[in-house]
């Protein structure tokens, strides 16, 4: 299978839908010459012109309310927001309408919009460009919310999230833009809401989402090497959550940690231990733990920023004491 970037993947699921389907148009900041700030949507301007590529003032909320305005008259828009920082701007129009929408007309109104954003610190973003805020949109009835961590996922994903029918917000790691891997040619689809076992394993289970999930595999190396065998589970879709792969796995390992670069309180994975401490009760050996960013603004120093994140020691270092009984 040949190789693509993480950035060349949701590229090529872009390209192939708006192929597909006319209807299908890009609105966002720079994304249009410029190709997006991360030149994700490079080479699309081009292809496609300007009537379904447009660039956009900077204002996102009414960026955001011309796209529901669009899925509501029967188009498919996909937004781009460069940071996920910056999507607070757009919440009115995300979490009231695109959201309620549907709802509040008695399914008379589809609302099938695609929200592209990127998360994580990376680089010295500092403060404002470095968030990682998923967990906000899962508590939202009405939206889908997925988040990719290889570029096979960040197609199928994306091509998922265009053919759906409802709201979907897919959180992209900018620090994985680069990052090459296998990814299928032509129609390549991921159902949302089915996570995926990366590396399977018997003594404790590693849960992740985006970087996450390769700390979680870098992880299960070492822990190898100690004669610890790890399994590596990425979560992909927060809503709707796959909690049968979850709990089955907690059921085999009887340990499990959960690995987040969103601030670990009130964050996802504590639904996510929920979730697996119901369904796997009588099998948990020891307290599910949670590994996951400082509650700190990210900071500009690539030192600091660093150190805000869990690592593959600390992480290796939390399963032996957890395997050891010292949790």
């Not at 590229?11 to 700030?37: C, K, P, Q, T, Y």
């Not at 009835?141 to 999230?161: E, Q, R, W």
């Amino acid at each position: 299978m040949r190789e693509l970037t993480y950035a060349e993947a949701i590229r090529e699921a872009l390209h192939d839908e708006m192929a597909r389907d006319d209807r299908v148009f890009l609105i966002g900041e720079d994304i249009g010459h410029r190709g997006g700030i991360f030149a994700v949507t490079k080479g699309l301007l081009e292809m496609y012109g300007h009537e379904r590529v447009r660039d956009t003032p900077i204002q996102e909320l009414s960026l955001m309310a011309a796209a529901v305005g669009a899925a509501i008259a029967g188009m498919r828009p996909v937004v781009e927001i460069m940071f996920n920082d910056f999507i607070t701007l757009a919440m009115d129009q995300i979490v009231n309408e695109a959201a309620k929408m549907p709802y509040m007309t008695g399914g008379q109104v589809e609302i099938p919009l695609t929200v592209r954003t990127t998360i994580g610190p990376a680089r010295s973003g500092a403060a404002q460009h470095s968030q990682t805020l998923y967990a906000w949109f899962c508590h939202v009835p009405g939206l889908k919310v997925a988040v990719s961590a290889t570029p096979y996922d960040a197609k199928g994903l994306t091509i998922s999230a265009l053919r759906d029918r409802n709201p979907v917000i897919l959180f992209e790691d900018k620090s994985l833009y680069s990052n090459r891997g296998p990814v299928p040619e032509g129609d390549h689809s991921i159902p949302l809401g089915k996570a995926d076992v990366k590396r399977e394993g018997h003594d404790v289970t590693l849960i992740g989402l985006a970087r996450m999930v390769h700390l979680g595999l870098a992880a299960a190396d070492r822990l190898a090497e100690k004669g610890i065998s790890a399994e590596v589970i990425d979560v992909r879709s927060l809503f709707p959550l796959d909690t049968e792969t979850l709990v089955h796995s907690a059921m085999k390992t009887g340990h499990v940690v959960l690995l987040d670069m969103a601030v670990e309180r009130y964050g996802v994975m504590g639904e996510l231990a929920s979730a697996i401490y119901e369904g796997a009760f009588g099998y948990i050996d020891t307290p599910i733990m949670r590994m996951g960013a400082r509650p700190v603004p990210i900071p500009f120093s690539p030192a600091l920023e660093n150190g805000v994140l869990p690592t593959v020691d600390n992480v290796v270092a939390k399963v032996e004491i957890m395997l050891a009984g010292g949790l």
